[in-house]
């Protein structure tokens, strides 16, 4: 915090120099409180007396000062205050629609009597912009702007509590870049990733992938991200699901909410050559019945219309974010 140094004054001149000071002819109080400066004896010092403490004039700090926005990740301490209950983690690269996804899970959970929360206490106090952020979340998540509300849902954990009160899960999200960068696919994860990788609560990663994603090289070097990222989950704790997002924009929709998995699936694996690899099920009973220590499921944000006022967003099927929370429910119960 910045020092104020409190300088001597003149005959005849009292000069406040704390905020927040109110001033009499011989007397200025400091932050209301029962510290006080007194020139009445002797106009050219000023003396600080405290009824507990003598403090001296040079190391008074002012208690105003905060910080509105941490522009560097590096900077920012996370707190996971509860300990008890899963993390859902949205993982994926920028512009996969992660912030999309939880706006839409949101509305459908709302819908159906569950409450959701941010978490104020996430992220530091004095961060303005996260503290704003919590108090205009429900309007974000309600605005059809889906311009406005990408662009300020930024980095934050949510609540997820059902209808008796109980909490279920907490739900993160983040700046894609920040996950995995094309432009520089082995950049390491900042602070706030690694506190979070390394708690102690189980999670449940949600690895975004598309039907048609950038190029061969970048989509193979997000593959090989995905493999470092699953070397630091907890294979006893730990869960994985693949989301397959946009896949209105494949050929794998069968009709209103159904969809071709399998051919979904094996399309995937073609474009990511190798991604379910680190996902192998190696047990040599249970890989009878399921290949993949990891599932898969579709997803459809909504649609997107552009209007005079920028791009505007229309709910899509709500039987994409039941299915995706019935196996995300699952995988919370165990």
């Given amino acids: 915090m910045p020092q104020i140094n409190l300088p001597s004054t003149s005959a005849g001149n009292n000069t406040s120099t704390t905020p927040a000071t109110s001033a009499s002819a011989n007397n200025t109080s ?4 029962s510290t006080a ?20 004039t040079n190391n008074i700090q002012a208690t105003t000062a905060k910080k509105t926005k941490y522009d560097d990740p590096n900077e920012i301490k996370v707190i996971i205050s509860n300990k ?14 992660k912030t999309m996804l939880l706006i839409r ?3 459908y959970l709302k819908s159906i009597g569950y409450s959701i929360k941010p978490i104020k206490t996430f992220r530091p106090a004095d961060d303005d912009n996260y503290q704003n952020l919590c108090n205009k979340f429900d309007s974000l998540v309600n605005d059809d702007d889906a311009a406005k509300s990408t ?3 930024d980095f934050m954990l949510i609540e997820v ?3 008796r009160g109980k909490s279920l899960c907490q739900i993160l999200e983040g700046p894609g870049e920040l996950y995995f960068d094309p432009l520089i696919p082995d950049k390491e994860y900042p602070a706030y990733i690694n506190t979070i990788t390394s708690c102690s609560n189980r999670k449940i990663w949600n690895i975004f ?31 994985t699901i693949f989301v397959c997002n946009k896949i209105d924009q494949s050929n794998y929709v069968i009709s209103r909410g159904k969809v071709n998995l399998s051919a979904a699936r094996k399309h995937i694996m073609d474009l990511y050559p190798d991604i379910f690899n680190s996902f192998k099920n190696d047990n040599p009973i249970s890989r009878f019945f399921s290949e993949w220590k990891c599932d898969f499921i579709p997803f459809q944000t909504g649609y997107f219309t552009q209007s005079n006022r920028g791009l505007t967003y229309q709910e899509g099927p709500k039987e994409y974010p039941a299915m995706l929370w019935n196996k995300i429910h699952k995988l919370i119960k165990g």
């Fill in 30 to 33: 400091v932050n209301g409180g």
């Fill in 37 to 56: 400066i007194n020139n009445s004896n002797n106009p050219t010092t000023s003396t600080l007396t405290n009824t507990s403490n003598s403090i001296s």
């Fill in 84 to 97: 008890n209950i899963p993390i859902v983690i949205l993982f994926g690269p920028p512009s996969c629609g």
């Fill in 105 to 107: 899970l949101t509305r």
């Fill in 151 to 153: 662009s300020l849902i």
């Fill in 161 to 163: 509590i059902d209808k």
């Fill in 209 to 239: 992938v598309e039907p048609d994603w950038m190029n061969d090289v970048d989509r193979r070097n997000y593959v090989l991200r995905i493999e470092k990222l699953k070397e630091r989950m907890d294979k006893s704790k730990d869960k």
